[in-house]
C-alpha cells in the first residue's frame, strides 16, 4: 500500500512545494508564518475585528440609521447618557434607568446563580465521584439539560410555573391555593436562577467531576490511614487540590452569568416590570427592539459589557497560569 | 448537422431565457400567521399568479414579533421582502414603495381616502404607499353568559368605565370568574381610554403623551391593576415593551370585560364557539368622549424591489372590489374600502354573534374620536406606544411611583423623538 501511496504523496508535495519554497526565498525563513496565518487572519478580521471595530464606530454615532454613512458622529454622547446618574446605586437617579436597572439586575443575578452553581456542582460531583449505584446513568441525568436549547428549558418552565401550569395544578389538587410564580419580582427572579442553574449545573459538574478524578487515591489512602474525618479529608485534601478548577469553574460561570440572556428573556420577557432584565436583554431591547431603534446606545452599552468580559476573561487567564505553575 | 446543433442551441438558449424570465418575476411577501390574513391572502394570490403565469409570489408566514422586530431590521440593512402584511404603518415610510405611478390614484383616493395618510411621512407626502387591508377598532367584548348568569344588567351605551369596572366586579364576585376585566399590554389599546378620559396626545400639532387626562386614566388603570379589578398578569406578568393578549382568560370563561378589539372575532368565532355567548359592547365613556382606537394591517411594497410594477401590481389587484370583499369576508374582518363598506359584508357561514360583532366593529369604526384618528396616523406612534407599556407597567408593579412613572414616559417621548429625526 506504501508503495502506491507514498509516491503520489511525494508528488503532491513536491508540486505544493514549489510555490512554498519560492515564497519562502521572497519573503524570507520568518516571515513565512504570516503566509500561512492569512486564511485565518482573514476570517477573524471579517467576522471578529470588523464587528469590533464598527462597534466602535456605531458607538460614537446617533440616529436610528443602520448604514455608517447616514448616522451623525455624536462623540462619547451614548457613553454619557449611559453613564449619566446621581447615584450609581439608584437607577431611578440615572438619565437611562433602565439600563442600569439591568445592571443592577445582572450583578445580584450573577453573585446568587455563581454561588449557588459552584456550590451544587461540587456537590453533586461529589455524590457522583462515589461508588453509587447506575452512576452512569446519574451522570447522564444531570448533564441531559445543559443539551436543551435555552428556548426548549424556558418554556418547559414556563409551562409548569404559569397561573394554570402543572405546579399550581398540583397545589390545587392537594387543596393549596395557586401561586402566581411569576408575577411577584422576588419570586420571578429566584425562578429565574433556579432555572439558570438547573440547565447549566451539569457542565460545571462535569468539569469539578474530572478535576475529582484527577486527585490521587494514594493521597485519600493515606488520610484514611490517619483516620482523618471527611470532612477533614474534604477540607484538607479535596478543596485545595480541587481549588485550580474550582477557580476555573468560577470564572467560566461568571462569564456565562453576566452573559445571560436567551433562557430568561424566553422564560420572562424580562418582567415583571424590569426584575429578570439582564444586560444582554436591555442591550437586545435598545438596538432592536425598542422603537426607535438605538443603535449607537446599544453598541455603547454592549461595549460597557465588553469590558467587564474583558476583566473576567483575564481573571481567567490568570487563574489558568496558576493552574499550570501548580 | 451545423444546423442541428444550432437550432438545438437556440432551442436550450431560449428555454434558459424563459427560465431567467420566470425567476425574474418572483415576488416574496411577509405576513403573520398569527394574523390569520396569510392563508386567505395566499390564495387571493393564487387567483392574481392564474392570470400572471410570469409572476410567482411567495408568501412567507412568520411570527408577529418577526414583523414587528426582524423586518425593521432587515430593511435597515438593504434586504428583506418585496411586500410585506404589517401594523407599524408610519414609522416604516422611508422603505415604502411608491404606487402612485403604478395605479389609479382616484380609485385609491376613493375608497381608502382617510387610510393613505397613515403610512405618509407628514402632511406634505401625498404618495400612495400601502393597501389598508384590515380595519380594527379597539373596544370591549364582553362575557355576556357571566352576566346573565349573575342577573348583572349591561351598563349602558354612555356607561363609563368606572361603570363596567363595578359591573364586572360583581359579576366576577357572583360568578366565580377569576378576573372582572383586562386590557391587551399594548399603547394602543390603552390609548382609546385614555383618550375618552381627556387625554389630548398632541399640543400644537406635536406629541406629548402625558397630560392630565392621560395621568387620570393611567392612575386608574394602575389602582385598578393592583386591586385585581384587572387581570394583573397581562400587563404585570411581562417585560419590556412585549405585547401580550387575554385572550386564553376570555376564552376559558374566566374573564368578563375584556378591552381588546375587532380582529379578536374570528378567533372567539374559532375557539369559544358555543361555549358561551360573548358580545360586543361600545366603547367605555370618559369625560371627554367614548372612543376606541382605529388600526389595522397594511400590504406595502419596498423600495428595494426589483419589480415594483408588478409589487404595485399584486398590491392594486388586492385592492380591486371584489378581491377586497372576498378577503373581509373570509377573514372577519371591518373593511376599510369605502366601497366594499357601503355595500356590506355578508360574512358568509358565519354565525349570528359574530354577525352582530362585526356590524357594532363596523358602526363603532365610524364613531372614533379625531385625535385617535390623528394617533394612529401619527408616524412614531410606536414609540408612544412603547412607552406607555414599559412605564405604567413599572407603576403596576412598584418599581416607580406613577408620578415617576409619568415623568419617564415623558423624558422617554423626547429622547424618542429626538432620536428619530
Given at each position: 500500500?506504501d508503495?502506491?501511496?507514498?509516491?503520489?504523496?511525494?508528488?503532491?508535495?513536491?508540486?505544493?512545494?514549489?510555490p512554498?519554497?519560492?515564497?519562502?526565498?521572497?519573503?524570507?525563513?520568518?516571515?513565512i508564518?504570516?503566509?500561512?496565518?492569512?486564511p485565518?487572519?482573514f476570517?477573524?478580521?471579517?467576522?471578529?475585528?470588523?464587528?469590533?471595530?464598527?462597534?466602535?464606530?456605531?458607538?460614537?454615532?446617533?440616529?436610528?440609521?443602520?448604514?455608517l454613512?447616514?448616522?451623525?458622529?455624536?462623540?462619547?454622547?451614548?457613553?454619557?447618557?449611559?453613564?449619566?446618574?446621581r447615584?450609581?446605586?439608584?437607577?431611578?437617579?440615572?438619565?437611562?434607568?433602565?439600563?442600569?436597572?439591568?445592571?443592577?439586575?445582572?450583578l445580584?443575578?450573577?453573585?446568587?446563580?455563581?454561588?449557588?452553581?459552584v456550590?451544587i456542582?461540587?456537590?453533586?460531583?461529589?455524590?457522583?465521584?462515589?461508588?453509587l449505584v447506575?452512576?452512569?446513568f446519574f451522570?447522564?441525568?444531570?448533564?441531559?439539560?445543559?443539551?436543551?436549547?435555552?428556548?426548549?428549558?424556558?418554556l418547559?418552565?414556563?409551562?409548569?410555573?404559569?397561573?394554570?401550569?402543572?405546579?399550581n395544578a398540583?397545589?390545587?389538587a392537594?387543596g393549596?391555593?395557586?401561586?402566581?410564580?411569576?408575577?411577584?419580582?422576588?419570586?420571578a427572579f429566584?425562578?429565574?436562577?433556579?432555572?439558570s442553574?438547573?440547565?447549566?449545573?451539569?457542565f460545571?459538574t462535569?468539569?469539578?467531576?474530572?478535576?475529582?478524578?484527577a486527585?490521587?487515591r494514594?493521597v485519600?489512602?493515606?488520610?484514611?490511614?490517619d483516620?482523618?474525618?471527611?470532612?477533614?479529608?474534604?477540607?484538607?485534601?479535596?478543596?485545595p487540590?480541587?481549588a485550580?478548577?474550582?477557580?476555573?469553574v468560577?470564572v467560566?460561570?461568571?462569564?456565562?452569568?453576566?452573559?445571560?440572556?436567551?433562557e430568561?428573556?424566553?422564560?420572562t420577557?424580562?418582567?415583571?416590570?424590569?426584575?429578570?432584565?439582564?444586560i444582554?436583554q436591555?442591550?437586545?431591547?435598545i438596538g432592536?427592539?425598542g422603537?426607535p431603534?438605538?443603535?449607537?446606545?446599544?453598541?455603547?452599552?454592549?461595549?460597557?459589557?465588553?469590558?467587564?468580559?474583558?476583566?473576567?476573561?483575564?481573571?481567567?487567564?490568570?487563574a489558568?497560569?496558576?493552574?499550570?505553575?501548580? | 448537422m451545423?444546423?442541428?446543433?444550432?437550432?438545438?442551441?437556440?432551442?436550450?438558449?431560449?428555454?434558459?431565457?424563459?427560465?431567467?424570465a420566470?425567476?425574474?418575476?418572483?415576488?416574496?411577501?411577509?405576513?403573520s400567521?398569527?394574523?390569520?390574513?396569510?392563508d386567505?391572502?395566499r390564495?387571493?394570490?393564487?387567483?392574481y399568479?392564474?392570470?400572471?403565469?410570469?409572476?410567482?409570489i411567495?408568501?412567507?408566514?412568520?411570527?408577529?414579533?418577526?414583523?414587528?422586530e426582524?423586518?425593521?431590521?432587515q430593511?435597515?440593512?438593504?434586504?428583506?421582502p418585496?411586500?410585506?402584511v404589517?401594523?407599524?404603518l408610519?414609522s416604516?415610510?422611508?422603505?415604502?414603495?411608491?404606487?402612485?405611478p403604478?395605479?389609479?390614484?382616484?380609485?385609491w383616493?376613493?375608497?381608502?381616502?382617510p387610510y393613505?395618510?397613515?403610512y405618509r411621512n407628514?402632511?406634505?407626502?401625498?404618495?400612495?404607499?400601502?393597501?389598508?387591508m384590515?380595519?380594527?377598532?379597539?373596544?370591549?367584548?364582553?362575557?355576556?353568559?357571566?352576566?346573565?348568569?349573575?342577573?348583572v344588567?349591561?351598563?349602558?351605551?354612555?356607561?363609563t368605565?368606572?361603570?363596567?369596572?363595578?359591573?364586572a366586579?360583581?359579576?366576577?364576585?357572583?360568578?366565580?370568574?377569576?378576573?372582572?376585566?383586562?386590557?391587551?399590554?399594548?399603547?394602543?389599546?390603552f390609548?382609546?381610554?385614555?383618550?375618552?378620559h381627556?387625554?389630548?396626545?398632541?399640543?400644537?400639532?406635536?406629541?406629548?403623551?402625558?397630560?392630565?387626562g392621560?395621568?387620570?386614566?393611567?392612575?386608574?388603570?394602575?389602582?385598578?391593576?393592583?386591586?385585581?379589578?384587572m387581570a394583573r398578569?397581562?400587563?404585570?406578568?411581562?417585560?419590556?415593551n412585549?405585547?401580550?393578549?387575554a385572550i386564553p382568560?376570555?376564552?376559558?370563561?374566566?374573564?368578563?370585560y375584556y378591552?381588546?378589539?375587532?380582529?379578536?372575532?374570528?378567533v372567539?368565532?374559532?375557539q369559544?364557539?358555543?361555549?358561551?355567548?360573548?358580545?360586543?359592547?361600545?366603547?367605555?365613556?370618559?369625560p371627554?368622549?367614548?372612543t376606541?382606537?382605529?388600526?389595522?394591517?397594511g400590504?406595502?411594497?419596498?423600495k428595494h424591489?426589483k419589480?415594483?410594477?408588478t409589487v404595485a401590481?399584486i398590491i392594486?389587484?388586492l385592492?380591486?372590489?371584489?378581491?377586497?370583499?372576498?378577503?373581509?369576508?373570509?377573514?372577519?374582518?371591518?373593511?376599510a374600502?369605502?366601497?366594499?363598506?357601503?355595500?356590506?359584508?355578508?360574512?358568509k357561514?358565519?354565525?349570528p354573534?359574530?354577525?352582530?360583532?362585526?356590524?357594532?366593529?363596523?358602526?363603532?369604526?365610524?364613531?372614533?374620536s379625531?385625535?385617535?384618528?390623528?394617533y394612529?396616523?401619527?408616524?412614531?406612534n410606536?414609540s408612544m406606544?412603547?412607552?406607555?407599556?414599559?412605564?405604567?407597567t413599572?407603576?403596576?408593579?412598584?418599581?416607580?411611583?406613577?408620578?415617576?412613572?409619568?415623568?419617564?414616559a415623558?423624558?422617554?417621548?423626547?429622547?424618542?423623538?429626538?432620536?428619530?429625526?
Amino acid at each position: 500500500m506504501d508503495r502506491i501511496v507514498a509516491p503520489i504523496i511525494r508528488a503532491v508535495m513536491g508540486i505544493v512545494d514549489v510555490p512554498f519554497a519560492l515564497a519562502q526565498r521572497v519573503l524570507g525563513q520568518r516571515r513565512i508564518a504570516w503566509l500561512f496565518l492569512a486564511p485565518n487572519l482573514f476570517f477573524f478580521g471579517v467576522f471578529a475585528f470588523l464587528p469590533i471595530g464598527l462597534n466602535f464606530a456605531y458607538a460614537l454615532t446617533g440616529g436610528d440609521q443602520m448604514f455608517l454613512a447616514g448616522r451623525p458622529y455624536v462623540g462619547v454622547d451614548n457613553f454619557s447618557v449611559l453613564l449619566s446618574c446621581r447615584s450609581y446605586f439608584d437607577p431611578n437617579s440615572c438619565e437611562y434607568d433602565l439600563f442600569w436597572r439591568s445592571v443592577w439586575n445582572t450583578l445580584v443575578f450573577v453573585m446568587l446563580q455563581v454561588g449557588f452553581m459552584v456550590a451544587i456542582s461540587l456537590l453533586t460531583a461529589i455524590i457522583l465521584n462515589r461508588d453509587l449505584v447506575a452512576r452512569g446513568f446519574f451522570r447522564a441525568v444531570f448533564f441531559f439539560p445543559v443539551l436543551l436549547s435555552p428556548v426548549v428549558v424556558a418554556l418547559i418552565w414556563k409551562w409548569i410555573l404559569q397561573r394554570h401550569g402543572v405546579l399550581n395544578a398540583v397545589f390545587v389538587a392537594l387543596g393549596i391555593a395557586p401561586v402566581d410564580w411569576l408575577l411577584s419580582a422576588n419570586l420571578a427572579f429566584g425562578w429565574s436562577i433556579f432555572i439558570s442553574v438547573w440547565a447549566h449545573m451539569g457542565f460545571y459538574t462535569l468539569i469539578l467531576l474530572a478535576g475529582l478524578q484527577a486527585i490521587p487515591r494514594d493521597v485519600y489512602e493515606a488520610a484514611q490511614l490517619d483516620r482523618a474525618s471527611r470532612f477533614r479529608i474534604f477540607r484538607r485534601i479535596t478543596l485545595p487540590l480541587l481549588a485550580p478548577t474550582l477557580l476555573v469553574v468560577l470564572v467560566l460561570s461568571l462569564i456565562k452569568g453576566v452573559q445571560t440572556f436567551d433562557e430568561i428573556f424566553a422564560f420572562t420577557g424580562g418582567g415583571p416590570g424590569s426584575a429578570t432584565t439582564f444586560i444582554v436583554q436591555s442591550i437586545y431591547h435598545i438596538g432592536f427592539a425598542g422603537t426607535p431603534r438605538n443603535h449607537g446606545l446599544a453598541a455603547a452599552a454592549s461595549l460597557i459589557l465588553a469590558l467587564v468580559l474583558v476583566v473576567l476573561t483575564t481573571l481567567q487567564f490568570w487563574a489558568n497560569k496558576g493552574h499550570r505553575h501548580e | 448537422m451545423i444546423r442541428k446543433f444550432s437550432m438545438a442551441l437556440a432551442v436550450m438558449l431560449g428555454a434558459c431565457a424563459l427560465t431567467g424570465a420566470a425567476k425574474a418575476q418572483e415576488v416574496r411577501l411577509m405576513c403573520s400567521f398569527d394574523l390569520e390574513t396569510c392563508d386567505v391572502m395566499r390564495s387571493l394570490l393564487k387567483k392574481y399568479e392564474d392570470k400572471h403565469p410570469d409572476v410567482h409570489i411567495i408568501a412567507d408566514g412568520v411570527p408577529y414579533a418577526a414583523v414587528m422586530e426582524s423586518l425593521p431590521a432587515q430593511l435597515d440593512s438593504g434586504n428583506g421582502p418585496d411586500m410585506a402584511v404589517i401594523t407599524d404603518l408610519g414609522s416604516m415610510n422611508r422603505f415604502y414603495l411608491d404606487l402612485t405611478p403604478y395605479v389609479d390614484a382616484k380609485y385609491w383616493q376613493d375608497n381608502f381616502g382617510p387610510y393613505l395618510t397613515w403610512y405618509r411621512n407628514g402632511p406634505a407626502d401625498k404618495g400612495i404607499y400601502g393597501l389598508q387591508m384590515i380595519l380594527t377598532v379597539t373596544g370591549p367584548i364582553i362575557n355576556r353568559t357571566l352576566f346573565d348568569q349573575a342577573n348583572v344588567a349591561l351598563p349602558g351605551r354612555d356607561a363609563t368605565m368606572d361603570d363596567w369596572a363595578a359591573a364586572a366586579r360583581k359579576v366576577a364576585a357572583a360568578t366565580g370568574a377569576l378576573y372582572p376585566m383586562a386590557l391587551d399590554r399594548s399603547g394602543h389599546r390603552f390609548a382609546g381610554p385614555a383618550i375618552s378620559h381627556g387625554a389630548k396626545i398632541f399640543a400644537e400639532s406635536k406629541p406629548i403623551l402625558v397630560d392630565e387626562g392621560f395621568s387620570t386614566f393611567a392612575r386608574k388603570f394602575v389602582e385598578w391593576n393592583q386591586d385585581g379589578t384587572m387581570a394583573r398578569q397581562v400587563w404585570g406578568g411581562k417585560g419590556g415593551n412585549a405585547f401580550q393578549d387575554a385572550i386564553p382568560e376570555f376564552v376559558n370563561g374566566q374573564l368578563v370585560y375584556y378591552f381588546s378589539g375587532s380582529w379578536q372575532t374570528t378567533v372567539f368565532e374559532h375557539q369559544i364557539g358555543s361555549n358561551f355567548d360573548w358580545e360586543v359592547v361600545p366603547p367605555p365613556c370618559g369625560p371627554a368622549t367614548c372612543t376606541g382606537m382605529p388600526g389595522g394591517s397594511g400590504l406595502v411594497g419596498f423600495k428595494h424591489t426589483k419589480h415594483p410594477e408588478t409589487v404595485a401590481s399584486i398590491i392594486n389587484f388586492l385592492a380591486q372590489d371584489d378581491n377586497y370583499a372576498e378577503f373581509i369576508d373570509r377573514t372577519r374582518n371591518v373593511p376599510a374600502h369605502a366601497g366594499v363598506a357601503a355595500k356590506g359584508v355578508d360574512y358568509k357561514g358565519s354565525d349570528p354573534q359574530v354577525q352582530k360583532a362585526l356590524k357594532v366593529w363596523t358602526e363603532e369604526a365610524r364613531s372614533l374620536s379625531p385625535i385617535a384618528y390623528a394617533y394612529q396616523g401619527y408616524k412614531n406612534n410606536r414609540s408612544m406606544f412603547n412607552i406607555t407599556v414599559q412605564r405604567i407597567t413599572q407603576a403596576i408593579v412598584g418599581e416607580l411611583t406613577i408620578d415617576e412613572a409619568l415623568a419617564r414616559a415623558k423624558s422617554d417621548l423626547d429622547a424618542a423623538l429626538k432620536q428619530a429625526k
